[in-house]
């Protein structure tokens, strides 16, 4: 046991002395977290570019503050229409809204003001400006309302459109929503708990995929011949190197776990259970990265293919984006990742307030994955390694 | 230069038969850009949305009728989205909250009547809870509606108060008509812009393609430090070759490698996977000026580095790191000191350039992103050059 | 085209300066056809610096060099042509074949088409790898790769071979077959320059040597030359049966004998000129009532050279 820890150290303390290694396992996971952050923790609100073309009057205020007091839209202001047109263009905002130069003066003095709204040609674009519209329509109400007023000789402009502007609607929408909600449960968390947890299964994955690189180099070397040289039977060196991955894994795993903790106040949920997703997790990597370092003798290649794995079964497994939104049958495939199992165990503990027994089903398959890589890894790594 | 060829030659050979590069080049790109586009693309993708609202009509008069056939039918005929007639509240509540229509406007008995008569009535928007933007859709599409009448309402009542007149059907049937011919004094005018977003298939192939391009490039220029580490360095020295040569044939190498990649990249990508480039001579410009910008980082990190390992990993920090900020992953904001760390990569660029190549524009569209790219090498790569001489000697 | 007055090298007043490191300091000596000259210094003596200026791959701080007629700098395409490189290390690339990594090197020196096949596989002979022709060199053992670094350096035939310290880390045999490769070119007419810190292997092939030390060379000219330098005091053996008390201080009275000293099985002399002596010194012997079983006479050798003139080993 001794020996076993001993060759475990030594190969995780080989990884995290490497500084590519120290970035990847330590700089990079938490500009991921912050970054997504950033980009999607303000949710998935539709987003309107606006351009007052001119000195921004009060009428001009309070149709952009309209617009923002739509739900589920959030307006960003431009000051440079060029801008606008170009965050449009690349889908950064689903449209664009100016409101030309003189908007107050027009509508004041009984002019015309053109709103325009520009969008892509997509139907995206085209449902938003459907938004725009009722704040066009309900901003031109007071003003319709006086200038019909003193069409008719009954009162000023001024007068009639402030009094209209104050006779409460008749017809009104009423909205309630319906469904049980998934995304009810994103709505309670914090700006950076989702991406945390992604990213902790992503890089956990990955990181151990990395290693194996070392488990080939350590073949090329001849260290693992050293080694059988001295009295350590084969299988204490397989289970010393299985140490080791293990221990890049956690290090890994906990880092991310603590250090989202503390730096983005992530909440992790119950800790035992999300500890327990991070020890099982952990051996599903290690498995993982055992089994590429027995078929591989190029760690090149192994490296390559490490990345390809890596972050394909984390997009499959919805570590790049909620699993909720997946179509159907992508929904299915996920559940063959393992990815899958540990992210939808850190939802169970974080959004539904699980504990435990409710992550036990995923903790199981997890288990049954590390079980089968471990137990293939091993069989052939005792084949290679004596070879 | 027959020299730099030669090397060029050797280096091919050893990388082809070494077959890493196979997969850095061209499987983990192709294979990664295959699975985000096919698990993510659905998710991002606006361009055609099937959208569906629902519409109960338990009112059955002339105002719902209206609603429904001046408001809404319309916008199903334009396209904008699908009409699905339902019979009950109850219904509507289902098939709303299953997901099978995003929203669906319920128009209560009694409407008509209270619209007619200038009474309080309302429009109910169901919507499903997990579609809040196209619930507000509907709820904005339904606010038009009742904007419409309010502005008659509140046209007349502030006239009746204005004017002291008691209120007479009579004489108010005719104002109606006066304040619909009110010329609108606020209208909304539309202008499309050309898009510059790239389909899901083309954005993750693009941006897969330029991250591993920046690793792929590693086998040919690193190779300087590699031929010092193994000493062959010491024989290229000594043969009767200019060390310009020896430092030429490994960009070389770089080049051959990096463009050949994207060839067989941006080809295999449209052929698998149904990516848009974009204008082919366009998209040529955008991949030299690409490999001319990895192979400038590269050169730097030749440059400085001790040996060809910690040269590869940091070159794969860098690229990684690149490749996040432009964009490569997930959308960065354009706005802010993120959009501006952004919009200094090479990558963030290289990616608009496609973007401004997707409005169907030619070669020329290609232009303003791909000087930034290539200047983005050239300046790199000559920072390199003062310090690149350290690793041409024995 | 300075005429070649029969030198292949020429190398006068080489320095080189790392920081406050003085590496090489008035280095000067030549090579010419056929001749063999040997650098003979410890590690560290600044051999392999020395060798480096020669063929141009360090710019020196001092001095010149021409090899063949031609000024060697690090730019100087014309010069290196003339010269075959070994390099102390194996420089080969191992993911490619014998012949690949020949056909290469070939090529940079300007050899192409059957010209350079035909060579190839000549040389393939020379070396002894033509049947592993086509294996990567990653999977030859020791002594082929060492066979195969030596064979690039000689592909295009130069006047020159320069070969740093090649039987480092070889074995025996190999290493034999490298030393008579060395005589059989030199024999052809090759001007060879070998640095080596094994006293046997310049004693063996160099028709003259230098010894250098701390960057400089000591002293130079044919094994004689240099022997002379510690004067002609041989070393003689005597292996007695008995009577070594007495036989011992017999010889101490003869004019040649400088040092005398026993040992277990006998008799250690100094003597200046043990051939002209040592009839006497055995008369002596005799004389003093000894049989004398043994006589071994040992003349100074390059390491007793190298100690006179540095006052340290040669090897560390």
Redesign the interface.
């Known amino acids: 046991m001794r020996k076993i820890l001993a060759i475990g150290r030594v190969n995780t303390v080989r990884f995290l002395r490497?500084?590519?290694n120290i970035?990847?396992v330590f700089v990079?996971p938490m500009?991921?977290v912050l970054?997504?952050g950033?980009?999607?923790g303000s949710g998935?609100?539709?987003k309107v570019g606006v351009h007052v073309a001119g000195d921004e009057g009060p009428l001009a205020t309070q149709f952009v503050t309209a617009l923002d007091d739509?739900?589920?839209?959030s307006v960003?202001r431009y000051d440079d229409p060029d801008r606008m047109?170009?965050?449009?263009?690349?889908?950064?905002t689903?449209g664009?809204v100016t409101l030309p130069e003189g908007y107050d003066e027009?509508?004041v003095s009984g002019?015309?003001?053109?709103?325009?709204?520009?969008?892509?040609?997509?139907?995206?674009?085209?449902?938003?400006?459907?938004?725009?519209?009722?704040v066009?329509?309900?901003?031109?109400?007071?003003?319709?309302?006086?200038?019909?007023?003193e069409?008719?000789g009954?009162?000023s402009l001024d007068?009639?459109s402030a009094?209209?502007a104050a006779?409460p609607?008749?017809?009104?929408?009423?909205?309630?929503?319906?469904?049980?909600?998934?995304?009810?449960e994103f709505v309670d968390l914090g700006q950076f708990d989702l991406g945390a947890s992604q990213q902790l299964v992503l890089f956990m994955f990955l990181i151990s995929l990395a290693g194996s690189a070392e488990l080939i180099q350590t073949r090329k070397l001849g260290v693992a011949r050293r080694m059988l040289s001295t009295p350590t039977s084969s299988r204490t060196i397989l289970l010393g190197e299985t140490a080791g991955r293990y221990g890049v894994a956690l290090t890994q795993g906990l880092y991310i776990m603590i250090g989202t903790l503390l730096i983005f106040q992530v909440d992790w949920g119950d800790p035992i259970g999300a500890i327990a997703i991070v020890l099982v997790f952990g051996l599903v990597g290690t498995g993982a990265a055992m089994l590429m370092g027995s078929l591989f003798s190029?760690d090149?290649?192994a490296?390559?293919?490490g990345?390809?794995i890596g972050?394909?079964l984390a997009?499959?497994g919805g570590a790049?984006?909620p699993i909720e939104?997946?179509?159907e049958t992508?929904q299915t495939i996920a559940k063959f990742t393992p990815h899958y199992w540990a992210i939808d165990g850190f939802a169970e503990l974080v959004r539904r307030d699980g504990t435990m027994v409710d992550i036990l089903p995923n903790l199981g398959v997890l288990a049954g994955f590390a079980a089968v890589l471990l137990t293939v890894a091993s069989w052939r790594l005792q084949k290679v390694l004596t070879r | 230069m027959r020299a730099a060829a030669l090397i060029m030659l050797k280096d091919l050979r050893q990388r082809v038969r070494?077959?890493?590069i196979f997969?850095?080049g061209i499987?983990?790109p192709l294979?990664?850009a295959a699975?985000?586009s096919?698990?993510?693309g659905?998710?991002t993708d606006?361009?055609?949305?099937d959208?569906s609202y629902g519409v109960v009509d338990e009112d059955g008069g002339a105002q719902a009728a209206l609603f429904i056939e001046e408001v809404l039918e319309p916008l199903n005929d334009e396209g904008?989205?699908t009409i699905e007639p339902m019979g009950s509240e109850a219904e509507?509540?289902?098939r709303?909250?299953?997901?099978e229509v995003e929203a669906t406007f319920l128009l209560p008995a009694g409407f008509s009547d209270a619209?007619g008569a200038?009474?309080?009535?309302?429009?109910?928007?169901?919507?499903?809870?997990?579609s809040?933007?196209?619930?507000?859709?509907?709820?904005?599409?339904?606010?038009?509606?009742?904007?419409?009448?309010?502005?008659i309402?509140?046209?007349l009542?502030?006239?009746l108060?204005?004017?002291g007149e008691a209120p007479d059907p009579a004489t108010l049937e005719p104002?109606v008509g006066?304040?619909l011919a009110?010329?609108?004094?606020?209208?909304?005018?539309?202008?499309?812009?050309?898009?510059?977003?790239l389909s899901a298939a083309t954005f993750y192939s693009a941006a897969m393609a330029i991250l591993f391009l920046f690793l792929t490039v590693q086998f040919g220029v690193l190779g300087l430090l590699e031929e010092r580490q193994n000493e062959t360095m010491r024989r290229l020295l000594a043969a009767p070759i200019s060390r310009r040569s020896i430092i030429f044939g490994k960009a070389l190498t770089s080049f051959v490698i990096g463009l050949a990649s994207m060839a067989i990249l941006v080809i295999g990508t449209t052929l698998l996977l149904g990516a848009e480039w974009g204008d082919p001579l366009g998209v040529a410009i955008l991949v030299l000026a690409g490999v001319i910008a990895a192979m400038g980082i590269m050169f730097v990190v030749t440059a400085f580095a001790k040996t060809p390992e910690?040269a590869g990993?940091?070159q794969?920090?860098i690229a990684?790191?690149l490749a996040?900020?432009g964009g490569a992953?997930?959308?960065?904001?354009?706005?802010g000191i993120?959009g501006r760390l952004s919009l200094l990569t090479p990558h963030a660029w290289f990616l608009?350039g496609l973007?401004d190549l997707a409005?169907g524009s030619g070669v020329e569209g290609a232009f303003p992103a791909a000087l930034y790219v290539a200047l983005f090498g050239i300046v790199t790569g000559g920072i390199a050059q003062f310090r690149i001489g350290r690793v041409v000697r024995p | 085209m300075t005429p070649d007055n029969g030198r292949v090298l020429e190398a006068s007043n080489l320095r080189k300066v790392f920081g406050d490191l003085v590496a090489v300091e008035d280095v000067s000596f030549h090579i010419g056809e056929g001749e063999t000259y040997g650098l003979l210094g410890p590690n560290g003596a600044g051999k392999t610096t020395t060798i480096s200026m020669v063929i141009g791959l360090l710019e020196r701080d001092g001095g010149e060099v021409v090899v063949a007629g031609n000024p060697v700098t690090t730019k100087s395409t014309t010069a290196k042509a003339a010269i075959g490189y070994v390099p102390q290390d194996i420089a080969i690339y191992p993911d490619l074949t014998a012949r690949e990594n020949l056909s290469f090197f070939g090529h940079l020196y300007g050899m192409g088409g059957s010209d350079l096949k035909r060579r190839i596989d000549e040389l393939l002979e020379v070396i002894g790898l033509a049947d592993r022709a086509d294996d990567r060199s990653e999977e030859f053992s020791g002594g082929m790769k060492r066979r195969l670094n030596i064979g690039i350096g000689l592909l295009h035939g130069p006047r020159l071979l320069m070969l740093d310290e090649p039987t480092v880390g070889v074995d025996p045999q190999s290493r034999n077959a490298i030393l008579e490769s060395v005589e059989r070119l030199s024999g052809e007419g090759m001007a060879v320059l070998y640095t080596t810190h094994y006293m046997e292997e310049a004693e063996r092939l160099c028709d003259r040597v230098g010894i250098i030390d701390e960057g400089q060379i000591k002293a130079e000219g044919t094994r004689a030359e240099l022997v002379s330098l510690v004067g002609q005091r041989d070393k003689v053996s005597l292996v007695t049966a008995d009577h070594a008390q007495e036989v011992a201080e017999a010889l101490a009275s003869h004019p040649d004998v400088v040092e005398v000293s026993g040992n277990e099985s006998g008799i250690d002399l100094l003597v200046s000129g043990a051939a002209a002596a040592l009839p006497a010194l055995l008369q002596l012997a005799a004389g003093a009532g000894a049989s004398v079983t043994s006589v071994e006479v040992v003349e100074p050798n390059l390491e007793a050279v190298f100690l006179h003139l540095t006052g340290k080993a040669l090897r560390d």
């Open positions: 490497e500084k590519s970035f990847f990079f500009m991921i970054l997504t950033i980009a999607f998935f609100d539709a739509l739900a589920d839209i960003i047109l170009d965050a449009v263009q690349r889908g950064y689903d664009g027009a509508l002019g015309t003001a053109q709103v325009e709204f520009v969008s892509r040609p997509d139907q995206g674009a085209l449902l938003v400006r459907e938004l725009v519209l009722e066009v329509t309900d901003q031109a109400r007071p003003v319709t309302a006086g200038r019909f007023v069409g008719t009954a009162g007068e009639a009094f209209a006779v609607e008749t017809v009104t929408v009423k909205s309630r929503s319906a469904g049980d909600s998934l995304f009810e190029n090149q290649q490296g390559g293919l990345v390809l972050l394909g997009a499959i790049m984006a939104i997946f179509p992508m | 070494d077959r890493s997969l850095w499987i983990a294979g990664l699975i985000f096919l698990v993510l659905g998710i606006t361009q055609n949305l959208i904008l989205f509507a509540d289902q709303t909250g299953d997901g619209v200038g009474q309080p009535a309302s429009i109910l928007v169901i919507g499903n809870v997990d809040p933007t196209f619930s507000q859709v509907a709820r904005s599409i339904a606010g038009q509606y009742a904007g419409q009448v309010n502005t309402n509140a046209s009542f502030t006239y108060a204005l004017s104002l006066e304040v009110v010329t609108p004094p606020l209208t909304l005018v539309d202008s499309e812009a050309a898009s510059k977003q910690q990993n940091l794969s920090i990684f790191v996040m900020l992953f997930f959308p960065v904001a354009a706005e993120l608009r973007g409005t």
